[in-house]
């Protein structure tokens, strides 16, 4: 069973920036894909990005795109999200996720076909 513990959220204004580390319990990684996902209140958890462990391909959705990116450090079982240029949309909580099931990129936006899931963090971006 793996465990993912993401960190880093908090509060900033709008315009700012944040890191969110997510940490494995196990390295396990080779053949996933780890993503991000949010979700505020009264919406539906979103897609934020992907990667995929074996090759580092990244994938973001429309609204972070060239605002966010998602890395990984292979030797501390860590993915980051770094977030510059944050709006007050972007509020919310952030969750990372692994997905070892080896479905095409098409697939990493549905958040149903990830099988671990971390606590979530609060990112809160204030105007």
């Known amino acids: 069973q793996v465990q993912l513990v993401e960190s880093g959220g908090g509060l900033v204004q709008a315009g700012g920036s944040l890191r969110l580390s997510c940490a494995a319990s196990?390295?396990?990684?080779?053949?996933?894909?780890m993503g991000w996902f949010r979700q505020a209140p009264g919406n539906e958890r979103e897609f934020v990005c992907a990667?995929?462990?074996?090759?580092?391909?990244?994938y973001y959705a429309d609204s972070v795109k060239g605002r966010f990116t998602i890395s990984r450090d292979n030797a501390k079982n860590t993915v980051y999200l770094q977030m510059n240029s944050l709006k007050p949309d972007d509020t919310a909580v952030y969750y990372c996720?692994?997905?070892?099931?080896?479905?095409?990129?098409?697939?990493?936006?549905?958040?149903?076909?990830?099988?671990?899931w971390g606590q979530g963090t609060q990112v809160t971006v204030s105007s």
């Open positions: 196990e390295r396990t990684f080779s053949s996933y894909v």
């Open positions: 990667i995929r462990w074996s090759d580092l391909s990244t």
């Open positions: 996720a692994a997905q070892t099931g080896g479905y095409g990129s098409s697939w990493y936006v549905y958040p149903s076909l990830y099988d671990y």
